[in-house]
């Protein structure tokens, strides 16, 4: 249904042009005229105060006078306000849409004929709808933020013109001004009402999207104010306690390391990635912390940082002689290493091990060494290392995660060519965090080392160039994998004379400046030397030498302190004076040559030693008993020793009724320390011998052989330690498989002087020379 609206308006109605609004029926809305516009709109006004607003389009047109659009509003002059500071408001009311036929110029003012348009109200479902939608469309535009007066909003509700309705909310939702002055030529209301919910549609649409962008937006803002409150304030705080915000200035000198640092070309990529990343943390973050350490690591690794080596092999050869006595091999072997480095720049770094007792010299040599390098010494303990990750580092996942000790090391020593020395490499424990001893194999193979790659850097550094030594007591619980890549150097026992020159030239001065002797520096008599050496000490090594010579120089301080003479000399009457009784005794030389006991070599982790294997006889069941804390190889042995002789008794004029009834009995003295291996099987088999066809043993005749079930010794290791320890027992003759004779050579010349050496290929010979005749 609808219903038709007329008006009735005068022929002609003054005409003044607006370009900033568009005016709809109505509405009222204010003008606002300077003062030369407010003459000319006051002399164009008639007694009926009405004037018609129109929009003049953007064209020229000729004769002087403005194209504008033919649809305008009729409205009428409800008040002028004159305002203080010059110019009028004008309120005017819109009255009605009009359409303006002709526009002529009268007393210098436009005029125009203008016909009502007559408007019908449209009432329908549709229309209605329209209506409700309209409302609540407003509505949620008033929740985004649209503000709308609220004398608006009630009109809005009392309106149910349709017509008028889409008049108002055409008005106050800021439409442009051409979709504005197509809603007012449009006279259909129904169709007018359909376009304006068009654009309320698209402009609550746009109102959400704005309000969800505004939300997130409000949200980041908010956290950015806050962390920049928080950030003012720290810096005000660190302002009042002097202090400065460096956090520029640490970027800034962290990227000047990265620059500085060298890295290969794929590490250079991960610093500057990181870098980024820990430009984007909160410095109060636990994440910046662990990033920018990572960042000081990988800055602080020497990439391209070497010192150079000293390639004037005589004066590295005055080192070495200067911080040690005798060692040719292993001098030897450091002077190669500089004669190849001089010929050929580039080389992988060997990897030596040095093998042998403690007290040699192992780790005191790796400082000698990397002084006559010219090199820094780094020393690292592997002993009792049970972690994998002590050799690898943790994975920067974990809480406190710290690289390798090797990059831990090599990190603070600042250069990639250091001399690295691995201590105690036979030591090194296994359980359930790994194997540190499988974690070596890539460190100490110069095929792999290059691109040795740490868990927590998780980049590869070149170890090829760090120069390896590791040290042991013995080989044996070395993996054989680590075993292959190492190079081994054995350092055998010292003789007593070497121990007395290396006393004279390295310990007495040490320990008289140690001990505050060093202004009036009692003088050792080589004889007092030679007492501390044979009767204080019995070692491969000279710890305990030294220990015993820093006991004299204290006892000589505390005289001096107490105002007692100067001893000017210590003899060896002084010795035993400041160090009491003797310790060690010539087992040997002071015993007697006696049935079934024997003299045998032994090699142990701190050198050789003697031992004496003790056999008796006793009525039995052909037992055979074993005592003296043996190992089952050890068993083995004197099970073999005893079969050989019941096999070949006869030829000692031993019977098989020599072994009816009774039990024999081996005994190895010190019975509280362990004993195993092959190499006493001789010993035992002369022992037994000995015993049953009860022939003396000669007490100065010791012996060393692995031996099979025929009779044939077997070679064995560490004659040159064995060896030394029969001299420091006052042996005279020492029996070894005859395989060993190549051995000699390793032995000192002053050694061989006074030991005989008979080597042997049969149980039978041996026995011929220990054994004394019938």
């Given at each position: 249904?609808?219903?038709?609206?007329?008006?009735?308006?005068?022929?002609?109605?003054?005409?003044?042009?607006?370009?900033?609004?568009?005016?709809?029926?109505?509405?009222?809305?204010?003008?606002?005229?300077?003062?030369?516009?407010?003459?000319?709109?006051?002399?164009?006004?008639?007694?009926?105060?009405?004037?018609?607003?129109v929009r003049p389009r953007d064209e020229a047109a000729p004769g002087g006078i403005?194209?504008?659009?033919?649809?305008?509003?009729?409205?009428?002059?409800?008040?002028?306000?004159?305002?203080?500071?010059?110019?009028?408001?004008?309120?005017?009311?819109?009255?009605?849409?009009?359409?303006?036929?002709?526009?002529?110029?009268?007393?210098?003012?436009?005029?125009?004929?203008?016909?009502?348009?007559?408007?019908?109200?449209?009432?329908?479902?549709?229309?209605?709808?329209?209506?409700?939608?309209?409302?609540?469309?407003?509505?949620?535009?008033?929740?985004?933020?649209?503000?709308?007066?609220?004398?608006?909003?009630?009109?809005?509700?009392?309106?149910?013109?349709?017509?008028?309705?889409?008049?108002?909310?055409?008005?106050?939702?800021?439409?442009?001004?051409?979709?504005?002055?197509?809603?007012?030529?449009?006279?259909?209301?129904?169709?007018?009402?359909?376009?304006v919910y068009m654009h309320l549609t698209s402009e609550v649409q746009r109102l959400?999207?704005?309000?969800?962008?505004?939300?997130?937006?409000?949200?980041?803002?908010?956290?950015?104010?806050?962390?920049?409150?928080?950030?003012?304030?720290?810096?005000?705080?660190?302002?009042?306690?002097?202090?400065?915000?460096?956090?520029?200035?640490?970027?800034?000198?962290?990227?000047?390391?990265?620059?500085?640092?060298?890295?290969?070309?794929?590490?250079?990529?991960?610093?500057?990635?990181?870098?980024?990343?820990?430009?984007?943390?909160?410095?109060?973050?636990?994440?910046?912390?662990?990033?920018?350490?990572?960042?000081?690591?990988?800055?602080?690794?020497?990439?391209?940082?070497?010192?150079?080596?000293?390639?004037?092999?005589?004066?590295?050869?005055?080192?070495?002689?200067?911080?040690?006595?005798?060692?040719?091999?292993?001098?030897?072997?450091?002077?190669?290493?500089?004669?190849?480095?001089?010929?050929?720049?580039?080389?992988?770094?060997?990897?030596?091990?040095?093998?042998?007792?403690?007290?040699?010299?192992?780790?005191?040599?790796?400082?000698?060494?990397?002084?006559?390098?010219?090199?820094?010494?780094?020393?690292?303990?592997?002993?009792?290392?049970?972690?994998?990750?002590?050799?690898?580092?943790?994975?920067?996942?974990?809480?406190?995660?710290?690289?390798?000790?090797?990059?831990?090391?090599?990190?603070?020593?600042?250069?990639?060519?250091?001399?690295?020395?691995?201590?105690?490499?036979?030591?090194?424990?296994?359980?359930?965090?790994?194997?540190?001893?499988?974690?070596?194999?890539?460190?100490?193979?110069?095929?792999?080392?290059?691109?040795?790659?740490?868990?927590?850097?998780?980049?590869?550094?070149?170890?090829?160039?760090?120069?390896?030594?590791?040290?042991?007591?013995?080989?044996?619980?070395?993996?054989?994998?680590?075993?292959?890549?190492?190079?081994?150097?054995?350092?055998?026992?010292?003789?007593?004379?070497?121990?007395?020159?290396?006393?004279?030239?390295?310990?007495?001065?040490?320990?008289?400046?140690?001990?505050?002797?060093?202004?009036?520096?009692?003088?050792?008599?080589?004889?007092?030397?030679?007492?501390?050496?044979?009767?204080?000490?019995?070692?491969?090594?000279?710890?305990?030498?030294?220990?015993?010579?820093?006991?004299?120089?204290?006892?000589?301080?505390?005289?001096?302190?107490?105002?007692?003479?100067?001893?000017?000399?210590?003899?060896?009457?002084?010795?035993?004076?400041?160090?009491?009784?003797?310790?060690?005794?010539?087992?040997?030389?002071?015993?007697?040559?006696?049935?079934?006991?024997?003299?045998?070599?032994?090699?142990?982790?701190?050198?050789?030693?003697?031992?004496?294997?003790?056999?008796?006889?006793?009525?039995?069941?052909?037992?055979?008993?074993?005592?003296?804390?043996?190992?089952?190889?050890?068993?083995?042995?004197?099970?073999?020793?005893?079969?050989?002789?019941?096999?070949?008794?006869?030829?000692?004029?031993?019977?098989?009724?020599?072994?009816?009834?009774?039990?024999?009995?081996?005994?190895?003295?010190?019975?509280?320390?362990?004993?195993?291996?092959?190499?006493?099987?001789?010993?035992?088999?002369?022992?037994?011998?000995?015993?049953?066809?009860?022939?003396?043993?000669?007490?100065?005749?010791?012996?060393?052989?692995?031996?099979?079930?025929?009779?044939?010794?077997?070679?064995?290791?560490?004659?040159?330690?064995?060896?030394?320890a029969a001299r420091r027992a006052g042996v005279k003759t020492v029996v070894a498989?005859?395989?060993?004779?190549?051995?000699?050579?390793?032995?000192?010349?002053?050694?061989?002087?006074?030991?005989?050496?008979?080597?042997?290929?049969?149980?039978?010979?041996?026995?011929?020379?220990?054994?004394?005749?019938?």
């Amino acid at each position: 249904m609808s219903e038709t609206v007329s008006i009735t308006i005068p022929a002609v109605v003054p005409l003044y042009p607006v370009r900033e609004i568009v005016a709809f029926p109505y509405m009222i809305f204010p003008l606002f005229l300077k003062d030369e516009e407010l003459a000319r709109f006051e002399e164009m006004l008639e007694d009926d105060q009405l004037v018609t607003l129109v929009r003049p389009r953007d064209e020229a047109a000729p004769g002087g006078i403005p194209p504008f659009f033919e649809v305008g509003t009729l409205c009428k002059v409800n008040q002028i306000q004159h305002l203080s500071e010059g110019g009028a408001k004008i309120v005017l009311e819109g009255v009605a849409r009009v359409r303006v036929t002709e526009v002529v110029e009268f007393n210098h003012h436009l005029q125009g004929h203008c016909e009502p348009i007559h408007e019908f109200v449209e009432r329908s479902m549709v229309s209605e709808a329209l209506v409700q939608s309209l409302n609540a469309l407003l509505k949620i535009a008033l929740s985004y933020g649209r503000p709308l007066p609220e004398d608006v909003m009630k009109m809005i509700d009392l309106i149910d013109n349709p017509a008028r309705l889409a008049d108002l909310v055409a008005l106050y939702v800021n439409l442009p001004l051409d979709e504005q002055q197509q809603l007012l030529e449009t006279i259909d209301p129904l169709e007018r009402l359909k376009k304006v919910y068009m654009h309320l549609t698209s402009e609550v649409q746009r109102l959400q999207v704005k309000g969800e962008v505004q939300a997130e937006v409000t949200k980041r803002v908010g956290k950015s104010q806050k962390e920049y409150l928080l950030r003012e304030q720290m810096k005000q705080i660190q302002e009042e306690l002097g202090e400065e915000d460096t956090r520029a200035a640490e970027m800034t000198d962290l990227r000047k390391k990265i620059d500085a640092a060298g890295m290969p070309s794929e590490v250079r990529k991960v610093a500057d990635k990181e870098l980024k990343r820990v430009e984007r943390i909160n410095p109060a973050s636990p994440e910046y912390t662990v990033a920018r350490t990572y960042l000081d690591y990988l800055a602080g690794m020497p990439w391209k940082n070497a010192t150079r080596d000293n390639n004037d092999i005589n004066k590295a050869e005055a080192v070495l002689d200067e911080d040690h006595y005798n060692l040719k091999k292993v001098k030897e072997r450091i002077l190669e290493y500089l004669a190849v480095r001089t010929l050929r720049e580039k080389m992988k770094g060997p990897i030596l091990c040095f093998v042998g007792p403690p007290g040699v010299g192992k780790t005191s040599l790796g400082k000698s060494i990397a002084r006559a390098l010219g090199r820094k010494f780094i020393r690292m303990s592997l002993g009792g290392m049970r972690d994998e990750a002590e050799i690898r580092g943790h994975r920067r996942t974990y809480i406190g995660a710290l690289p390798g000790r090797i990059i831990q090391e090599l990190y603070r020593c600042g250069t990639n060519n250091p001399v690295f020395m691995l201590d105690e490499v036979d030591k090194i424990g296994l359980d359930f965090r790994g194997d540190p001893a499988s974690a070596l194999l890539e460190v100490l193979d110069p095929e792999q080392n290059n691109t040795f790659t740490d868990h927590y850097l998780d980049v590869p550094f070149d170890l090829s160039n760090v120069m390896f030594i590791t040290t042991a007591n013995q080989l044996d619980p070395v993996p054989a994998a680590l075993k292959d890549r190492m190079e081994v150097i054995r350092l055998s026992g010292y003789t007593d004379e070497e121990k007395e020159k290396i006393a004279v030239r390295y310990l007495v001065p040490r320990e008289v400046e140690e001990n505050g002797l060093a202004k009036n520096p009692p003088a050792f008599a080589d004889e007092a030397l030679f007492k501390i050496i044979r009767d204080y000490t019995r070692e491969a090594g000279v710890r305990n030498l030294q220990r015993n010579i820093a006991s004299v120089c204290r006892k000589v301080a505390k005289e001096i302190t107490q105002g007692k003479p100067l001893r000017e000399t210590i003899t060896p009457a002084v010795v035993e004076e400041f160090l009491g009784p003797r310790t060690f005794f010539n087992e040997v030389a002071s015993e007697k040559d006696r049935v079934g006991v024997v003299t045998g070599l032994a090699w142990t982790e701190t050198g050789g030693d003697i031992i004496f294997v003790e056999a008796t006889r006793m009525k039995g069941k052909g037992e055979l008993i074993l005592t003296g804390s043996l190992g089952d190889v050890m068993k083995e042995s004197a099970r073999a020793a005893l079969s050989f002789v019941r096999a070949n008794g006869a030829e000692w004029g031993v019977g098989e009724t020599a072994f009816a009834d009774t039990d024999i009995h081996i005994h190895v003295p010190a019975g509280a320390i362990p004993k195993d291996g092959p190499s006493a099987g001789i010993t035992m088999v002369i022992a037994i011998v000995s015993l049953l066809s009860v022939r003396p043993a000669r007490r100065d005749v010791a012996m060393t052989g692995e031996i099979s079930l025929t009779g044939r010794v077997l070679a064995i290791g560490g004659l040159k330690e064995k060896v030394l320890a029969a001299r420091r027992a006052g042996v005279k003759t020492v029996v070894a498989p005859a395989r060993n004779r190549e051995n000699l050579e390793d032995i000192p010349d002053d050694v061989k002087g006074e030991i005989a050496f008979v080597f042997v290929d049969d149980v039978r010979e041996a026995v011929q020379v220990v054994l004394q005749p019938v």
